[in-house]
């Protein structure tokens, strides 16, 4: 037995030396690394950056809401994107609750959207959609602002990302409805939108009788009436359409694809719609007609400028026909600003190119510039969401429609 007795250490001490040379080594990288990081991550690692958040809750509750929104921001550009729950959206959407706070309801809608589009651009890491109260939160702001279209893009976004709470979803519309007739309308698209037809073109219906010049309730209910194969009842209602608004492409483009269907000659009507093109003050317009866009945006960011020079102040109209694809359940969209503040997000949510509309209340003589910009492109590998303008004109519709 003694004689395997130096046998039996010596197996030992072999047996140990691998885990101690393995726990070695790691030690040895452990302290390589730690070396080697950036001085920013020693400083996360000593919570020296973890504690803004401590900072912005005392900075804020003794009204010092400029400090608090200073103190995010640097932490925004200290920490490293990587660290999950100190991304840039977070922040944003800190910064937005803050300037709410201030009743500074235009700063609020700036910092959610900036919060919106961090969630879209890291989408990719499962269920990063933005949640429903940041989405409730730009709705209510866009109207505190005054800017119901703003509100609907916003809603016709979320309805494609949560369609199981959709009525909380539509819930601000339907109380801020009896405000504004546009609001109404608006309503009524999106219940179309959620295939409640009746409802929806009762609401379509409900709203010209409050404003019959208001635009796009005439035409969404011919584009309804057209998928349903009452030819008849849409032409009527393009028409109607036309007269409110005579620069609707919508309402030219169905009234032609009708004309077709009926075996009637279209000529009349795409010569009355080249004379309304006629009438842009400004345009970018693709030279292969509609199967060839004229834009494509790929990659982020990327801008399309357009310069404006109205001779007289007063409304404009812009028709942007646009199509898209989706990634992750989205549709794209562009965000659209005036002389660089923004207007609204133009949600562009069919892969046919449809004619968007902007109305601009008032816009003074001089020169400015329109600029869209895809904060939305993504991909799953298989899918590619991306924006594609097919032309885009600009009218001066002095006093006209809403």
């Given at each position: 037995?003694?004689?395997?007795?130096?046998?039996?250490?010596?197996?030992a001490?072999?047996?140990?030396?691998?885990?101690?040379?393995?726990?070695?080594?790691?030690?040895?990288a452990f302290?390589?690394?730690?070396?080697?990081?950036?001085?920013v991550?020693?400083?996360?690692?000593?919570?020296?950056?973890?504690?803004?958040r401590?900072?912005?809750?005392?900075?804020?509750?003794?009204?010092?809401?400029?400090g608090?929104?200073?103190?995010?921001?640097r932490?925004?550009?200290?920490?490293?994107?990587d660290?999950y729950?100190?991304r840039?959206?977070?922040?944003?959407?800190r910064?937005?609750?803050?300037r709410?706070?201030?009743?500074?309801?235009a700063?609020?809608l700036?910092?959610?959207?900036?919060?919106?589009?961090?969630?879209?651009r890291?989408?990719?890491l499962?269920?990063?959609?933005?949640?429903?109260?940041?989405i409730?939160?730009?709705?209510?702001?866009?109207?505190e602002?005054?800017?119901?279209?703003?509100?609907?893009?916003?809603?016709?976004?979320?309805?494609?990302?949560?369609?199981?709470?959709?009525?909380?979803?539509?819930?601000?519309?339907?109380?801020?409805?009896m405000?504004?007739?546009?609001?109404?309308r608006?309503?009524?698209?999106?219940?179309i939108?959620?295939?409640?037809?009746?409802a929806?073109?009762?609401?379509?219906?409900?709203?010209l009788v409050?404003?019959?010049r208001?635009?796009?309730?005439?035409f969404?209910?011919?584009?309804?009436?057209?998928?349903?194969?009452?030819?008849?009842?849409?032409?009527?209602?393009?028409?109607?359409?036309?007269?409110?608004?005579?620069?609707?492409?919508?309402?030219?483009?169905?009234?032609?694809?009708?004309?077709?269907?009926?075996?009637?000659?279209?000529?009349p009507?795409?010569?009355r719609?080249?004379?309304?093109?006629?009438?842009?003050i400004?345009?970018?317009?693709?030279?292969?007609?509609?199967?060839?866009?004229?834009?494509a945006?790929?990659?982020?960011?990327?801008?399309?400028?357009?310069?404006?020079?109205?001779?007289?102040?007063?409304k404009?109209?812009?028709?942007?026909?646009?199509?898209?694809?989706?990634?992750y359940?989205?549709?794209?969209?562009?965000?659209?600003?005036?002389?660089?503040?923004?207007?609204?997000?133009l949600?562009v949510?069919?892969?046919?190119?449809?004619?968007?509309?902007i109305?601009l209340?008032?816009?003074?003589?001089?020169?400015?510039?329109?600029t869209?910009?895809?904060?939305?492109d993504?991909?799953?590998?298989?899918?590619?969401?991306?924006?594609?303008?097919?032309?885009?004109?600009?009218f001066?519709?002095?006093n006209?429609?809403?």
């Amino acid at each position: 037995m003694r004689a395997d007795a130096p046998f039996s250490l010596s197996r030992a001490s072999r047996t140990l030396r691998v885990p101690l040379l393995v726990t070695a080594l790691l030690l040895a990288a452990f302290y390589a690394g730690v070396r080697l990081l950036p001085g920013v991550v020693h400083a996360v690692a000593s919570r020296s950056l973890y504690n803004y958040r401590e900072m912005v809750d005392r900075a804020a509750a003794s009204g010092d809401f400029e400090g608090a929104v200073a103190i995010i921001e640097r932490a925004s550009r200290a920490i490293p994107r990587d660290i999950y729950f100190e991304r840039p959206e977070f922040m944003f959407d800190r910064i937005g609750r803050i300037r709410q706070q201030q009743g500074r309801q235009a700063e609020a809608l700036d910092a959610f959207l900036k919060a919106q589009t961090g969630f879209f651009r890291n989408i990719q890491l499962r269920g990063y959609y933005p949640p429903p109260r940041l989405i409730h939160d730009i709705i209510e702001a866009y109207f505190e602002i005054g800017n119901p279209a703003g509100a609907y893009n916003e809603a016709r976004l979320a309805l494609d990302l949560y369609p199981q709470i959709s009525d909380e979803i539509l819930k601000p519309h339907a109380v801020h409805m009896m405000e504004d007739s546009s609001t109404m309308r608006d309503l009524g698209l999106l219940e179309i939108k959620r295939n409640i037809v009746i409802a929806g073109r009762g609401r379509l219906r409900q709203s010209l009788v409050r404003d019959p010049r208001l635009v796009e309730s005439h035409f969404w209910l011919g584009r309804s009436a057209q998928d349903q194969g009452l030819l008849t009842e849409a032409l009527t209602e393009y028409e109607a359409e036309l007269a409110n608004c005579p620069y609707s492409e919508n309402a030219f483009n169905g009234l032609i694809a009708v004309y077709r269907q009926l075996n009637r000659d279209a000529g009349p009507i795409l010569q009355r719609r080249h004379e309304m093109h006629a009438k842009a003050i400004a345009q970018h317009v693709s030279d292969k007609g509609t199967t060839v866009p004229l834009r494509a945006f790929w990659g982020v960011p990327d801008k399309l400028e357009v310069p404006l020079d109205p001779a007289q102040p007063g409304k404009i109209l812009v028709s942007v026909l646009a199509g898209s694809t989706p990634c992750y359940d989205v549709w794209g969209w562009l965000d659209v600003r005036l002389d660089g503040q923004h207007l609204q997000t133009l949600y562009v949510d069919s892969r046919e190119p449809l004619a968007y509309e902007i109305w601009l209340k008032r816009v003074e003589s001089g020169h400015h510039v329109l600029t869209f910009e895809d904060l939305s492109d993504a991909t799953d590998g298989k899918n590619d969401r991306n924006v594609f303008i097919y032309s885009l004109r600009v009218f001066s519709v002095g006093n006209g429609p809403t």
